[in-house]
T-cell receptor
Framework: DTEVTQTPKHLVMGMTNKKSLKCEQHMGHRAMYWYKQKAKKPPELMFVYSYEKLSINESVPSRFSPECPNSSLLNLHLHALQPEDSALYLC?????????????FGQGTRLTVV | GESVGLHLPTLSVQEGDNSIINCAYSNSASDYFIWYKQESGKGPQFIIDIRSNMDKRQGQRVTVLLNKTVKHLSLQIAATQPGDSAVYFCAENMGDNYGQNFVFGPGTRLSVLP
């Protein structure tokens, strides 16, 4: 199994809503990532979890709140988002938090904030 | 040919021809690089990687060349096929935080003409 599974595939939410994005991998990877990708732009790193601990937060606004309940799961909790937060949110995982290891990406959640 | 403008740079090639996609990276300390392919509506997919102690690496139909002197990376695709049509990103690893921090280049859209 070399898959990173993200749910939901599409999400439309209002600016006052609270929602969560979910990511799951069963490859035994110990590093998991959230990226944000706007249309026609490259993915931008948001958060990295290493061994279930937050190791990188790229100055992401607090309306995005990551959570890593266990080594296979990664959530991104969303609250009071803005329309400009509409984007493709990508989850990725890699074998360990060491150099020279590729990241495997999920298919993403297409988020629209209205 | 290749065009760069307000939109994603696009490279158009005839089916069966070889493609060369270029990428300039920013950090001379980066020591690991990956090429990803992203098809419409999907997450990035690993193609090939290279470490900074190498200048060339070959895979199946793909070759990555690294020129550290000018901080340039290229991806060569032999006998380009319609299924190769996608956006291609180079990603550099900044060599810090145990290799978790990948920075993606702007991307190039490859369009394969019949």
């Amino acid at each position: 199994d070399t898959e990173v599974t993200q749910t939901p595939k599409h999400l439309v939410m209002g600016m006052t809503n609270k929602k969560s994005l979910k990511c799951e991998q069963h490859m035994g990877h110990r590093a998991m990532y959230w990226y944000k990708q706007k249309a026609k732009k490259p993915p931008e790193l948001m958060f990295v979890y290493s061994y279930e601990k937050l190791s990188i937060n790229e100055s992401v606004p607090s309306r995005f709140s990551p959570e890593c309940p266990n080594s296979s799961l990664l959530n991104l909790h969303l609250h009071a988002l803005q329309p400009e937060d509409s984007a493709l949110y990508l989850c990725a995982s890699s074998q360990e938090a060491i150099p020279y290891t590729e990241a495997f990406f999920g298919q993403g959640t297409r988020l629209t904030v209205v | 040919g290749e065009s760069v403008g307000l939109h994603l740079p696009t490279l158009s090639v005839q089916e069966g021809d070889n493609s060369i996609i270029n990428c300039a990276y920013s950090n001379s300390a980066s020591d690991y690089f990956i090429w990803y392919k992203q098809e419409s509506g999907k997450g990035p997919q690993f193609i090939i990687d290279i470490r900074s102690n190498m200048d060339k690496r070959q895979g199946q139909r793909v070759t990555v060349l690294l020129n550290k002197t000018v901080k340039h990376l290229s991806l060569q695709i032999a006998a380009t096929q319609p299924g190769d049509s996608a956006v291609y990103f180079c990603a550099e690893n900044m060599g810090d935080n145990y290799g978790q921090n990948f920075v993606f280049g702007p991307g190039t859209r490859l369009s394969v003409l019949p």
